[in-house]
């Protein structure tokens, strides 16, 4: 027996049970039993997560449960699963778990700041699985591993093998399942990893907000003066490479808690997305992929294992998982100070909407329930294409509450921050997708960098006419035709007719939300 920890308590007696090991030990072992698993030119671990290359969120349940059932707000999102149905896929994940010779225990922490922190117990039984979680929660000392005890909850990943379709309440061969009472999460039928650190925040924006605290789907940096920008966004719209910027400290990428004393991450690595990744323009995350770190689902080069960054064969949804701590910037431990901006990162499709706009207090929880942006394409299976969409709170696949109690919080501590709230547009100019062209990514960091130094502040702003944003007139290292939509647009009568049918698909989504908003926050909607 060469287990450094039992899992009877969990049901598991598997006779090597190898915990925390070494980023050195997990390589061995995927590519002595991982197919497909190889090292790049530079260092990285590239593994394949099979047919899955993305997450499958039509799969996702949470059980109702008398004690949590009045908190969730259930739907499309959060999906009912009976409590005897979690049992059956819990017995399918661990009598699967017990067939193998071996398996992995990571157990870590989801939360910087010791007072709200978790404890969470990852068993699995890929070594790509435990360098992942390995790399995205934050790893206990040696000192706080010997007395780690019992974890909060238990993530148990059985991907490889299949939930029975038939049973009641699943639709396919793949099951995510969350039990806030059992306090575990069970996978069958997926290899992508993702699965995993989105299960831990799907938990924490449970428990967070039950606290009090306003958990975030958002980047978060700190300037040299102490300053502190969260940025919300959904994959694709640029949290991670915008919040890679030399000029300040990296607090996280992803996913963060405003509490009563500021902010802090809930993890302890980055997952960038890969495609067309160069060092020219990301070379903070360029950098960081080296030994430790993993590359999913990417195409090299078989002799001298040199990644193609714009191989997008297997998926467009090529991704990197690296500790914080490669990127040079990174403010180690991940808190800080209370918000000065808040920025939503929109991805608009139509190109309607302004590269950059100001927005006041109702319009900021207007635009945050909204969650408008488009889902670009490899970010979940199925889609292909960038499509127009509205995620409630620039998360609404991770969130468990009702949009209107994130959008609560947030408005209490802006009101008691001050923060600035800004809506930046990383999406498309100059005509719709198919027509117009990706905002470019130098206007957008310029853009950026002026709401860092207030000079966007002190700019002169016009009211968008449908709407209803506060618009600069100028933005430093920005052609000024670029900051109205419309000036880009050959045919401005076809904006008009695009502009219209953006704000009826903003006021329609909005009719879910209109019993929880206020008169003012109604008032916020776009003109037609």
Not at 62 to 86: C, Q
Not at 256 to 267: L, T
Not at 466 to 476: D, E, I, Q, S, Y
Not at 492 to 516: C, I
Request: proline fraction near 5%.
């Amino acid at each position: 027996m060469t287990s450094t920890i039992s899992l009877e308590k969990h049901g598991i007696q598997v006779d090597t049970i190898i915990r925390n090991p070494a980023p050195a030990r997990l390589y061995e072992e995927a590519l002595q039993f991982e197919t497909g698993s190889a090292i790049s030119s530079a260092g990285a671990l590239i593994a394949m997560s099979g047919k899955k290359t993305g997450r499958s969120p039509s799969d996702k349940r949470i059980v109702d449960h008398a004690d949590s059932r009045d908190d969730i707000w259930w739907g499309s999102v959060n999906v009912k699963l009976e409590e005897h149905v979690f049992d059956i896929n819990r017995e399918r994940a661990i009598d699967y778990l017990n067939t193998r010779k071996r398996l992995f225990v990571i157990d870590g922490f989801a939360g910087w700041d010791p007072e709200h922190r978790i404890k969470v117990r990852i068993i699995c039984e890929r070594a790509y699985h435990a360098l992942f979680m390995w790399n995205m929660l934050i790893r206990p000392t040696a000192e706080e591993l010997a007395a780690y005890g019992e974890p909060d909850y238990v993530v148990y990943n059985a991907g490889r093998f299949p939930a029975n379709q038939n049973t009641k309440g699943m639709t396919s061969k793949t099951s995510v399942a969350l039990s806030f009472e059992r306090r575990e999460f069970i996978i069958l039928g997926t290899e992508y990893a993702g699965e995993m650190k989105k299960g831990v925040f799907t938990i924490m924006n449970y428990l967070m907000p039950k606290k009090g605290l306003l958990s975030m789907h958002c980047s978060a940096t700190q300037g040299k003066e102490g300053d502190v920008s969260v940025l919300f966004g959904l994959s694709g719209t640029g949290k991670t490479t915008l919040s890679a910027d030399p000029k300040r400290l990296l607090i996280g990428d992803d996913e963060h808690v405003w509490s009563n004393s500021g902010v802090f991450n809930i993890e302890g690595g980055c997952y960038a997305k890969c495609i067309n990744l160069t060092r020219e323009q990301e070379p903070e995350i360029w950098d960081a992929i080296r030994f430790g770190s993993v590359l999913e689902n990417v195409k090299y080069d078989r002799d001298n294992r040199i990644v193609d960054y714009t191989d997008v064969s297997l998926t467009e949804n090529t991704r990197c998982s690296y500790p914080i701590e490669f990127i040079p910037n990174a403010k180690i431990p991940c808190v800080g100070g209370t918000p000065k901006n808040v920025i939503f990162l929109t991805c608009d499709a139509f190109s309607v909407l302004p590269p950059v706009a100001k927005l006041n207090a109702a319009q900021a929880q207007y635009h945050f329930m909204s969650g408008y942006t488009a889902k670009v394409a490899g970010t979940e299976m199925g889609v292909t294409e960038p499509q127009a969409t509205f995620s409630a709170c620039f998360g609404g696949p991770f969130m468990v509450w009702h949009p209107a109690k994130y959008a609560e919080l947030l408005a209490q501590q802006i009101k008691k921050s001050g923060a600035n709230v800004w809506l930046v547009n990383t999406g498309w100019s100059g005509g719709p997708y198919g027509t117009g062209k990706r905002m470019s990514l130098k206007y957008t960091r310029a853009i950026i960098d002026a709401i860092h130094d207030d000079s966007l502040q002190k700019s002169e702003f016009v009211a968008d006419p449908t709407f209803g944003l506060m618009v600069p007139k100028a933005v430093a290292g920005v052609p000024s035709e670029v900051l109205t939509p419309k000036n880009t647009w050959k045919d401005k009568a076809a904006y008009d007719e695009m502009a219209k049918k953006l704000a009826k698909l903003f006021n329609d989504n909005f009719k879910k939300f209109a019993d929880h908003a206020s008169p003012e926050v109604l008032a916020a909607a776009p003109r037609l």
